[in-house]
């Protein structure tokens, strides 16, 4: 071994024997005498005092101004910067009032679902709406408060309107008129001409010839039809007739 590491050592072991010397002269002077474990029961009791203590002084919450610098620097923002708060919106203006004015179209009602389907004049829009709901739009003031099986009752905030409920509307009259019949002793010049037949219609006898101008279109595709139904005409009396003389020769 070095000689100048040997002399470091015993350097450093006295000191540490010098150490452990000086704690027992003053161990011998009184010192560290007044501590030592304490046992189980006085563990306990002492936790007993404290809580009895807890106890016996209810909690006081400090003043707000204690807490002035936790407000102006909130912990919990990045920035510590206090956090800004929007202003409430404010109310809303009540709508005016305006007159009802609705038709009552329909009533559901059923241990689950009480609706009405109704139509706004004013906009002549389909409504459907549940009890105790607002009418949409301008009428927004009246709500459903009711429903009856004929009716339901509006209500604006000060009264009641009971609607009650439309019946069916009729359907509109026809607006195509009926044939003309031609009057007895009419001027035939006046009078409507004869619709004319779809091809392979059938025509029944005794009915006038169609009366078509000079030179119209598809005059000679007419004449033809007109020309193959009398011939049918004649073929059905001649079998009719035939079959009249057999019967009659039986």
């Not at 002269?25 to 030592?36: E, K």
Request: glycine share 6%.
């Amino acid at each position: 071994m070095n000689t100048r590491v040997a002399s470091l050592a015993t350097l450093v072991l006295t000191c540490v024997c010098g150490f452990f010397a000086l704690l027992a002269v003053l161990q011998l002077f009184g010192l560290g005498t007044g501590y030592g474990w304490m046992s189980d029961s006085e563990d306990k009791t002492a936790t007993a005092n404290a809580v009895a203590a807890i106890d016996r002084e209810p909690f006081k919450l400090p003043n707000e101004n204690t807490f002035s610098d936790v407000q102006k620097r909130p912990p919990f923002n990045e920035d510590r910067k206090p956090t800004q708060f929007a202003d409430p919106a404010p109310d809303k203006p009540a709508l005016p009032p305006v007159a009802l004015n609705i038709t009552l179209n329909g009533v559901i009602l059923t241990p689950d679902v009480h609706l009405v389907m109704l139509t706004d004049k004013a906009k002549n829009t389909p409504v459907m709406i549940k009890e105790g709901m607002p009418l949409p739009g301008d009428q927004g003031g009246w709500t459903l408060v009711t429903i009856k099986p004929r009716s339901a009752i509006f209500n604006d905030g000060s009264s009641d309107v009971e609607v009650e409920l439309s019946s069916a509307p009729s359907p509109p009259p026809s607006k195509t008129p009926p044939p003309a019949k031609a009057a007895a002793g009419a001027d035939p010049k006046t009078a409507a001409p004869p619709v004319a037949a779809a091809p392979n219609a059938y025509v029944p006898p005794g009915t006038p010839p169609i009366a078509r101008a000079p030179g119209a279109p598809g005059e000679a595709k007419v004449d033809d039809l007109q020309h193959r139904i009398e011939e049918r005409r004649k073929q059905m009396r001649d079998e009719a007739a035939k079959q009249a003389q057999q019967k009659g020769s039986q």
